[in-house]
């Protein structure tokens, strides 16, 4: 349901999340920890630096690290910046008003499937995947 972007996105915000505080990674750790083209992921990381999530520091010593704590940055914080799930809040259909007054044909069926969605990703924290087994999995 996420693109392999935001995929990426995770597993680097991940990373960074597990760095010892005040730590900072660079782009070819980072990119050789999640399996990700070293360009392709600073970009991104400079994506997610411009949205706030994270800093970066140039020269030695320098790369990125998390601009607050792993549990005060959600799912949703994270990947809205590229696959801009707040977009999936709106009408299936794409109709301006639809509402159970006034609904489209899926309105019942698509409110069932992203409510829990949406709710999921705004609730499980950057600090609940760290938690989770092992980032450093093979994306071919």
């Not at 800093?55 to 792993?70: C, V, Y």
């Not at 809205?80 to 007054?101: A, L, T, Y």
Request: hydrophobic share 40%.
């Amino acid at each position: 349901m996420l693109s392999k972007t935001a995929l990426h996105a995770l597993r680097a915000m991940t990373v960074l999340a597990e760095l010892p505080k005040g730590s900072f990674a660079g782009t070819v750790d980072v990119a050789e920890c999640i399996d990700a083209p070293r360009n392709y992921l600073g970009k991104l990381l400079q994506t997610l630096a411009e949205a706030g999530m994270v800093e970066s520091q140039k020269g030695k010593g320098g790369g990125f690290r998390l601009t607050r704590g792993a549990t005060k940055i959600t799912i949703f914080d994270i990947v809205e910046p590229i696959d801009h799930v707040s977009r999936w809040q709106g009408c299936f259909m794409g109709r301006s008003k639809c509402n159970s007054e006034n609904s489209c044909a899926v309105h019942g069926r698509w409110q069932a499937v992203r409510d829990p969605y949406l709710a999921f990703l705004k609730e499980t924290t950057l600090a609940d995947l760290a938690r989770m087994p092992s980032h450093k999995t093979s994306n071919k």
